[in-house]
């Protein structure tokens, strides 16, 4: 025990020294530690930067096939547009005619007995895409009204001719029972 008890006797100076020493190897443990995690978090924070960084090259990769994609996409639905607009102007421009029709035959008191019209037919007249729509139609009434009802459909129709005229009056006479048959090609300007 003497033994011990002189070695726990040491002086100020061994002391210092002693716990100097164990506060540098705990600082040099620590500065190691730190050092290998700065050195760990440099590697971390590169390869995160590397992924951002192929991340945002693949983005712009998907982000660019997409904007091919999507105008081919648009491309197809314009096409599709104007085929369906071409389609629903057929019927409009026949309904406008046949609306005309019945509008001036009752304008000067003449009953439609019948009536069509043709699908329009593009015509290409000295260089200028046309329209035309073929109407044939049978009116009875009064000849004096149906001569004016052919006048007012001209003048409506202004870019129409009619091709033909026949009149039947089954007395004898213009009454009332008077019919007339007529062909009438309307043209429009075709966009």
């Not at 190897?25 to 995690?37: D, H, R, T």
């Not at 700065?38 to 930067?49: A, D, M, S, T, V």
């Not at 044939?136 to 001569?147: E, F, H, K, P």
Request: aromatic share 6%; with cysteine.
């Amino acid at each position: 025990m003497k033994d011990i008890k002189k070695y726990l006797k040491l002086s100020k100076k061994s002391w210092l020294t002693i716990i100097i020493g164990t506060v540098v190897i705990a600082v040099a443990g620590l500065s190691v530690s730190y050092f290998q995690q700065i050195n760990q978090y440099n590697k971390i924070n590169e390869q995160l930067i590397q992924v951002r960084s192929n991340l945002e090259k693949t983005q712009v990769s998907i982000l660019l096939s997409n904007k091919a994609e999507l105008e081919e996409k648009i491309s197809e639905k314009t096409l599709q547009l104007e085929n369906a607009q071409a389609q629903l102007s057929i019927p409009m421009a026949s309904s406008i005619i046949t609306k005309t029709l019945f509008d001036v035959a009752e304008k000067h008191r003449l009953k439609v007995n019948e009536m069509t019209s043709s699908s329009p037919r593009i015509d290409n007249q000295a260089g200028v895409k046309l329209s035309q729509t073929e109407l044939t139609a049978c009116v009875v009434g009064n000849l004096s009204d149906i001569i004016l009802f052919i006048i007012d459909l001209d003048k409506r129709f202004s870019t129409g001719v009619i091709k033909s005229v026949v009149i039947d009056m089954p007395n004898g006479d213009a009454g009332d029972d008077t019919t007339i048959d007529f062909r009438m090609d309307i043209y429009t300007a075709e966009r």
